[in-house]
Every structure is written in structure tokens, then in C-alpha cells.
């Protein structure tokens, strides 16, 4: 096991993972940060915590869509991912 602290939105987050996970971990917390700051910049977002469950929302949403287009090919499942983004983003701008 490997020992590895992830910073999320100004936050260290001790993990225990395995050595092969390491790239993905490190990479899964870049991506994370980066749509944080990007709902920030967009929505003009003060508070960490919405932004943080805005990202979870829009991290759970394509995964729950990339499971249920199992069967179908990169192509769709981009389609996909790309309709639930704008959709996300009309709403947010509702705010």
C-alpha cells in the first residue's frame, strides 16, 4: 500500500492505495479541482461546498450514464455526457 495525501479544494486528503492506482488518484484530484474552479469562475460560486457537490453531482451523473449506455460505443456515450453537461449547465445558469 502506498500512502499519498490529495489535495482537494485547499484540503489534504491522506489515502492508503495501491502503487498502480497512484497516477489515476492523483489525476481523479486534478480534475476535481479544476471543475471546482471552473463552477467557481462561472457562477460566481463563493462557497466551497457548492461547488464541491455541484462537481459530485456532475461526476455521478456521468457515471450513472456511462454504466446505464453500458452496451453502446464511445461515440454514444460521449453524446450522452455531453447532453447531461449542457443540461447542467442550462440549469445552473437558472440560479
Known amino acids: 500500500m502506498l500512502k499519498v495525501k490529495i489535495n482537494i479544494a485547499g484540503r489534504q486528503y491522506p489515502l492508503s492505495i495501491n502503487a498502480e492506482e497512484e497516477e489515476a488518484v492523483r489525476n481523479a484530484g486534478k ?4 471543475l471546482i474552479q471552473e463552477f467557481e469562475d462561472r457562477y460566481a460560486v463563493t462557497d466551497k461546498q457548492d461547488a464541491i457537490s ?4 456532475q461526476m455521478a451523473s456521468k457515471y450513472n450514464l456511462m454504466k446505464q449506455a453500458g452496451s453502446g460505443n464511445d461515440a454514444e456515450m460521449n453524446e ?3 447532453q447531461l453537461t449542457e443540461f447542467i449547465d442550462k440549469e445552473l445558469d437558472k440560479i
Open 80 to 82: 450522452k455526457l455531453t
Open 54 to 57: 455541484m462537481v459530485a453531482l
Open 31 to 34: 480534475e476535481i479541482n479544476k
